[in-house]
C-alpha cells in the first residue's frame, strides 16, 4: 500500500490486496460493507455504487499476456470521496504500474493530475488508462492490414487458423472494454455527489473516448468477419479446381486404362499383337487419345 498527497488530495495504491490491506482501508472509515466485501474478491463485470460521502467504482482493462498470447482482462476498483482516491489493482496493468511509478517521482506530473479535487484525480487516471489501450487497438489493426494482404497475395495454408486467432483477440478486447462504457455514460447523467458540475464535461470526455474504442474495435471484428468469408470462398475456389484437375486427370486415365487392359487380354484375333512395332503403335494410339481429350479440356475451358 503507497500513498501519494499533493495539495488537499490523497491518492492511496493498492496492489493486489491482502486481507490486512482491506483491514486498513476499512479503518477508522465509514465505507459500506458492500464495498469492502467487493474489495476481497475479483468482480466479472464493471459496476458503479453512489453511497452519501464515497463512491465505488470497477474497470476492467485489456491487458495482454505474453506467455499464453490472450488478452485477459484486469480488474482496477476505485473508491472516492471528496478528497481521495483509493486506487486497488487486481493485476498486472503496464500503462497502470508505469503511471504510479511516474507519480511517485515525478512532481510535475503529479501537479498535472491533482490540480483539483478526487473526482478530477479520478478522471485522469482513467483518461490515460483508456489512451494507453489505443496502441493496443492499433496493434490489432495492423494484425488486421497484414491478413488482408497474406488473403490477396496467394494466402498461406494457416491463415484460417491466423484469422480465427485474431477474432479471438478482437472479442476480447471488445467483450472487456464496451461495459465500461456503460459506467461511464451513468457518471455522465450526473448522478451522486462526485459526478456532476466542474467534474461532468470530464466524464463526457471519457465516455466518448470510450464509444470511440468501441466503434474501431467493432470496426476490426466486422473486417475479420469479411476476410474470413473471403478466404474460405478462396479456399472452396481452390479445392474445387484441385477436384476439378484431378477429375480430368481421371477421365483421360480411365479410357487409356481401359485400352491396356484390352491390349493385355490373351485372344486370338487381337489387332496390332505380334506385328512389327505394336507395342509402340499402342502407345501412340493412346497417347493420341491423351492429347485429344487434353485439347478438347482446353477449348472448352475446363483446364
Given amino acids: 500500500m503507497e500513498r501519494i498527497s499533493f495539495g488537499n488530495t490523497a491518492l492511496t495504491l493498492v496492489n ?17 460493507p458492500l464495498v469492502i466485501s467487493e474489495l476481497s474478491r475479483l468482480t466479472l463485470h464493471p459496476k458503479i455504487e453512489h453511497y452519501p460521502d464515497h463512491a465505488f467504482l470497477i474497470f476492467h482493462f485489456p ?5 499464453t498470447h490472450e488478452l485477459l482482462s484486469t480488474e482496477v476498483d476505485f473508491i472516492l470521496t471528496n478528497n481521495e482516491l483509493w486506487l486497488v489493482q487486481y493485476g498486472d496493468l503496464e500503462p497502470l504500474d508505469a503511471l504510479k511509478r511516474k507519480l511517485v517521482k515525478d512532481p510535475e506530473l503529479q ?10 484525480l479520478l478522471y485522469k487516471i482513467l483518461e490515460h488508462l483508456f489512451s494507453s489501450l489505443f496502441p493496443q487497438l492499433d496493434h490489432i489493426i495492423n494484425k488486421v492490414d497484414h491478413l488482408e494482404s497474406e488473403i490477396f497475395c496467394g494466402g498461406a495454408d494457416d491463415l484460417v487458423e491466423k484469422i480465427s ?9 471488445k467483450r472487456t472494454v464496451r461495459p465500461n462504457t456503460e459506467i461511464l455514460k451513468e457518471i455522465t447523467v450526473g448522478n451522486g455527489v462526485f459526478f456532476g458540475g466542474a467534474a461532468l464535461p470530464y466524464f463526457g470526455d471519457l465516455a466518448s473516448l470510450c464509444r470511440r474504442l468501441n466503434s474501431l474495435i467493432d470496426n476490426q471484428i466486422e473486417t475479420l468477419q469479411v476476410l474470413h468469408e473471403t478466404n474460405t ?8 479446381h484441385i477436384m476439378r484437375l484431378l477429375t480430368i486427370f481421371s477421365v483421360i486415365v480411365f479410357p487409356l486404362t481401359l485400352m491396356a487392359s484390352i491390349f493385355s487380354m490373351r485372344a486370338s484375333g487381337m489387332p496390332f ?22 485439347g478438347y479440356f482446353k477449348r472448352k475451358k475446363w483446364m
Avoid: T
Wanted: proline residues 3%; positive net charge.
Fill in 165 to 173: 486467432l485474431l477474432r479471438r483477440e478482437a472479442i476480447a478486447f
Fill in 233 to 240: 470462398a478462396m479456399l472452396s475456389s481452390r479445392l474445387s
Fill in 111 to 120: 501537479a498535472e493530475f491533482f490540480q483539483a479535487d478526487a473526482s478530477f
Fill in 63 to 67: 491487458q495482454f499476456d505474453r506467455k
Fill in 273 to 294: 499383337i505380334g506385328q512389327p512395332y505394336d507395342f509402340w503403335i499402342i502407345i501412340c494410339f493412346m497417347a493420341i487419345v491423351a492429347l485429344s481429350m487434353l
Fill in 16 to 32: 493486489r490486496p491482502s486481507a490486512n490491506d482491506i483491514q486498513s482501508i476499512q479503518a477508522g472509515r465509514s465505507f459500506h
